[in-house]
């Protein structure tokens, strides 16, 4: 972790302030973590990235998310393609034009608050500062190949939209491409967003319409993610916090995704 980024780090829920550490193990095994002593808090770093949460302390829909993203990360990206297929829908057009409406700048800090796999990877500009946040570390592990493999610099964190382990005003771009039509508590995510973006901050948020899952829930392996699913698939422009600024509700791709923007407050 680069000490640029250690300086926007924070605990989860207290926003405590963390420093790194490295420790030996009795058997003489040495890790990484982050930690507030003062606190007694203590985030484990695996292979380069920081877990601010662990599977037993997630519950309800992010937890069974959680496992399912797990246990088909290895097969994710096959599973989108062929999702997307199915929708008619191009995979590297529509990521492309989704990058593209971000509007990032040159040497802007983005954060990905969903970032999955790291599908987006290749479109965004390479001279931005990536943040990737995921509840699921094996996505995060082909994710972080994926970087490797571009040349592309990430900084990845275990954790949830829902308690981003980030200090306010952190970033300038927030995006969530995709999930959050699964969060145990999308409100609290949107407010999360607006809490680390900068004032003037675009935050852009996506994810298929519910006819769209009406298709896919047929559909072997696509259909874990719809299963079960109760609560309506809609854009919830009701839960942007008011007084943001340059709010954009529209749909893309035929009606099969839809899509949400607005701006913090200057």
């Not at 954060?111 to 599908?119: D, F, I, N, R």
């Amino acid at each position: 972790m680069s000490p640029d980024t250690q300086s926007i780090v924070c605990s989860p829920l207290e926003h405590a302030p963390l420093q790194w550490a490295r420790e030996l193990l009795a058997n003489g095994e040495a890790i990484e973590l982050l930690t507030n002593p003062s606190l007694g808090l203590r985030f484990p770093i695996r292979d380069g990235i920081p877990t601010f949460v662990e599977a037993h302390q997630i519950t309800g829909i992010n937890g069974r998310f959680r496992r399912i993203y797990d246990d088909w990360a290895p097969f994710y990206d096959l599973l989108s393609r062929v999702g997307l297929y199915v929708l008619g829908v191009s995979e590297v057009k529509l990521r492309r034009d989704f990058v593209g409406s971000l509007d990032i700048k040159r040497g802007d800090r983005v954060l990905a608050t969903s970032v999955g796999t790291g599908s987006d990877l290749p479109f965004l500009p390479p001279d931005c500062r990536f943040h990737g946040l995921d509840q699921s570390p094996e996505m995060l592990r082909i994710c972080q190949k994926k970087a490797l493999k571009l040349g592309l610099s990430a900084e990845l964190f275990v954790g949830q939209a829902e308690n981003l382990p980030f200090v306010d005003a952190s970033f300038d771009m927030v995006y969530q491409m995709g999930g959050i039509n699964f969060f145990g508590d999308q409100a609290m995510a949107i407010r999360e967003m607006v809490r680390v973006a900068r004032p003037g901050s675009k935050i852009v948020i996506m994810d298929e319409t519910e006819k769209v899952a009406r298709r896919l829930e047929h559909i072997p392996g696509i259909r874990d993610w719809f299963r079960h699913q109760r609560r309506p698939i809609v854009a919830p422009i009701a839960l942007i916090p008011p007084g943001m600024e340059q709010l954009e509700s529209r749909e893309l791709c035929r009606g099969q995704a839809w899509y949400l923007s607005f701006r913090t407050p200057h």
